[in-house]
């Protein structure tokens, strides 16, 4: 079992930037694909960023150039540092454990973006 926490949300203008974290259980970290997600009010939620195991990282068209996603397995953490955020960003963000066919999610984190 792995339990995920992100943090980092908040309200920011348009143009400004967020760091958000997904703090994850377990001593198998490493061995995880992570993906952030989000979901926008009356909205599905939609994959915005994966990173492998070996820190291969691949984005949605909607935000690649503008957001980055990175790991510390030291910390068991994935980073999700976003900048330019747009009002259309605004969502709750939400992280994704995979391994071996078995997914985890955290509870997810508000990220307001003021235009």
């Known amino acids: 079992q792995v339990q995920l926490v992100e943090s980092g949300g908040g309200l920011v203008q348009t143009g400004g930037s967020l760091r958000l974290s997904c703090a994850a259980s377990g001593s198998t970290f490493s061995r995880y694909v992570i993906d952030w997600y989000r979901q926008a009010p009356g909205k599905q939620r939609d994959w915005v960023a994966s990173i492998s195991s070996g820190g291969i990282t691949v984005y949605a068209d909607s935000v690649k150039g503008r957001f980055t996603i990175s790991r510390d397995n030291a910390k068991n953490t994935v980073y999700l540092q976003m900048n330019m955020l747009k009002h259309e960003d605004t969502a709750v963000y939400y992280c994704?454990?995979?391994?071996?066919?078995?997914?985890?999610w955290g509870q997810g984190t508000q990220v307001t973006v003021s235009s």
């Open positions: 994704k454990a995979n391994l071996d066919g078995r997914a985890y």
